[in-house]
């Protein structure tokens, strides 16, 4: 067959006889959840790993039977040079593996100061590397006093770690703090990300925040997050920061339908009466 008759034919069939463009990426940082204890905490563990120089840190391996065989597996393969353990906060379910990890990785734990095992507590807004990965430590208490989030920057790749502080479409429970802390978490720390930041919470609980904020608050946002948790088992790194400013009711303490329903106008109490009502439900 001729190069015309070909091109006619495949016109015929409609078929385009433009090539397809790959997408061009610059990504050098790549992110692996670990599901763990599914069905009851349905906790995250998130490896993190610069493509460029394999350098990567596991973060919140609370979990050593589920989190081990992917660190060996990777680190035997010697896709990754596993440099770090990183904690969101000192509770079990987030760093209780600490001591088992380190039986078969001797690594430096990053995190708040009642973790265990931890080495090194960064302070608020200190910043440490992981290859060409910028890593920005962001003090956050209210769940416990010690929570840190950790803010990644790969160029334009962006992702915050926000352990049991920022779920999405809701927050974690004001265990050691109150709503002034968790109000300044939310809508001062975590606001202040730029809107395309990727969001990657400790657990998995999106479905029920999301009946939560349907009580709460009727817009097309929420009903988008309703849809897409119904379709999908996992939601970590699937939302922004922007995205929880429209569906998350924790990040609209401003909102006026919300203050309407609650009764009170000052962001604070709006942050206290959410959460009480999210406790109660």
């Not at 015309?4 to 990504?27: D, Y």
């Amino acid at each position: 067959m001729t190069l015309l008759a070909a091109t006619i034919k495949r016109a015929s069939l409609g078929i385009s006889t433009r090539s397809i463009a790959r997408p061009v990426t610059s990504r050098k940082m790549h992110i692996q959840s670990i599901p763990m204890w599914e069905g009851t905490g349905n906790n995250y563990a998130y490896l993190v790993t610069d493509d460029k120089s394999k350098e990567a840190v596991i973060i919140d391996p609370a979990n050593p039977p589920e989190v081990l065989p992917v660190l060996k597996e990777k680190t035997d393969s010697g896709s990754i040079k596993l440099s770090k353990i990183i904690n969101t906060h000192h509770h079990h379910d987030h760093a209780g593996g600490n001591v088992e990890i380190l039986k078969h990785f001797k690594l430096p734990i990053i995190g708040g100061k009642d973790c265990s095992q931890v080495t090194t507590t960064p302070d608020h807004k200190s910043q440490f590397n992981i290859g060409d990965i910028k890593v920005t430590a962001l003090h956050t208490p209210c769940h416990t006093q010690d929570s840190i989030c950790f803010y990644f920057e790969d160029g334009s790749d962006l992702a915050v770690f926000t352990g049991d502080t920022l779920f999405i479409g809701g927050c974690g429970r004001f265990f050691e703090g109150d709503a002034t802390q968790m109000h300044k978490a939310l809508n001062e720390t975590l606001a202040a990300l730029p809107n395309e930041t990727r969001v990657y919470p400790g657990h998995e609980y999106t479905k029920g925040n999301v009946r939560f904020a349907k009580k709460v608050l009727d817009n097309d946002a929420i009903k988008k997050l309703d849809e897409f948790s119904q379709a999908n088992k996992e939601t970590q790194g699937k939302f922004t920061i922007g995205d929880e400013k429209q569906h998350n009711v924790f990040m609209r303490v401003d909102d006026s339908n919300i203050q309407q329903l609650v009764g009170e106008t000052k962001p604070v109490e709006v942050m206290r009466a959410l959460r009480e009502m999210k406790d109660r439900s």
